[in-house]
């Protein structure tokens, strides 16, 4: 698997070719096989990083999948449907705000969050210790 960036009209590293990758351009992949192109697709992603990963579930469909948060935040409002409205509505706050978070960081998968991500979201809330303690035990249900 190739990744490479498709540069955009107006980047000042589109004559360096595909090839050169330290600019902020949308990232893509081309994959081979006996010396032909199988595969050419967006990563949706402009983060090498996260390319990489995606990059690698694409060459290995057995590997594990990548679970886009809005779909994992929905399953998990779906299995909460059987307990009362206010633990619900609790739930929904405090995960609304997570998801406003992940979404101005540009974390979309589960599987990239950590600790760290965790605790920078703390530190962006102005909350008293017992409410956060109660957003963090809902972090937990969620992550469970």
Known sequence: MIIWRRHTDDC?????????????????????????????????TRDY????????ALDNPDAPVFKP?????????????HLQDSTRAKYKNALDYFKRYCDQQGEDTVTELTTEFIDSFRSSRTLSPVTWGRELQTLRQFFA
Do not use: I
């Open 49 to 56: 990083s996260r390319a990489v990963k995606r990059a690698a």
């Open 12 to 44: 000042s590293h589109r004559a360096k070719g595909r090839d050169y990758l330290k600019c902020s351009c949308p990232l893509w992949a081309d994959g081979y096989t006996d010396g032909r192109r199988t595969l050419r697709q967006s990563l949706n």
């Open 69 to 81: 948060l809005a779909e994992a935040l929905k399953a998990f409002h779906d299995q909460c449907m």
